[in-house]
């Protein structure tokens, strides 16, 4: 019984360590999604201009991001980038995730643009919308609801790779595991309990995407 106790303590001690670094792990993945979105929304909309100014560099940049692996561009932004323009951990890691998880999410933005009729783009046109006002008011809320799914799991990866800026010196969950274990060198409880963290969010994301999928879905299309 005594044993039991010692562990419970253990799990407790261990738990209050690690919750003091998850708000550093959801910020780090909030803003990098959001620039991830931007950037998804740049690149896809240059991959389907008419324009080789806009096209080439969307696709260049779209190929590279998603050719390189994100531990390599972390190291490359902060060692390299960073020291030239004087990038601390958090913005260098943000930037690092953000471009990269930015160049999946543009291939999503576009197929989901692609799977709305045509028909609807030329009724625009000929109504007199500017391209800016077709994507703004046409597009982007349709194609929005159709990849919800495609973009809560991108979401989600995001969450668990904002774990790699911890080889950086980023202090998130997974920095403040080694911590705990570098310190007390009590291995089992420490990982069990940073993966049963980063399984609580996951889950309650995946539930909240479930949610975002019914209230937006379109009748016919998606999910049913």
């Known amino acids: 019984m005594s044993e039991l106790l010692n562990q419970i303590e253990m799990m407790i001690r261990i738990l209050m360590f690690l919750l003091p670094a998850v708000p550093a792990t959801v910020k780090i993945t909030l803003l990098s999604f959001t620039l991830a979105v931007v950037l998804g929304i740049a690149g896809a909309s240059g991959r389907m201009s008419r324009s080789k100014a806009a096209g080439i560099p969307a696709k260049i940049y779209i190929n590279v991001a998603r050719g390189v692996p994100l531990l390599v561009q972390i190291f490359f932004i902060y060692f390299g980038l960073g020291k030239?323009?004087?990038l601390d951990r958090l913005l260098a890691g943000v930037l690092a995730i953000g471009i990269c998880y930015g160049a999946y999410i543009s291939e999503i933005v576009r197929?989901?643009?692609?799977?709305?009729?045509?028909?609807?783009?030329?009724?625009?046109?000929?109504?007199?919308?500017?391209?800016?006002q077709l994507w703004r008011y046409i597009l982007l809320p349709q194609a929005f609801r159709l990849i919800i799914p495609p973009l809560a799991n991108e979401f989600i990866a995001c969450l668990k790779d904002s774990s790699l800026v911890s080889i950086i010196g980023l202090r998130e969950l997974t920095r403040a595991g080694t911590e705990y274990y570098s310190q007390h060198f009590v291995d089992f409880h420490t990982w069990f309990l940073v993966g049963l963290i980063y399984l609580t969010m996951t889950l309650s994301l995946t539930k909240a995407a479930s949610i975002l999928e019914k209230?937006?879905?379109?009748?016919?299309?998606?999910i049913h």
């Open 84 to 86: 030239l323009l004087n």
């Open 215 to 222: 209230r937006f879905r379109i009748p016919g299309m998606g």
């Open 111 to 132: 197929a989901g643009i692609q799977a709305i009729p045509r028909g609807q783009s030329e009724a625009a046109m000929s109504l007199g919308l500017s391209r800016f």
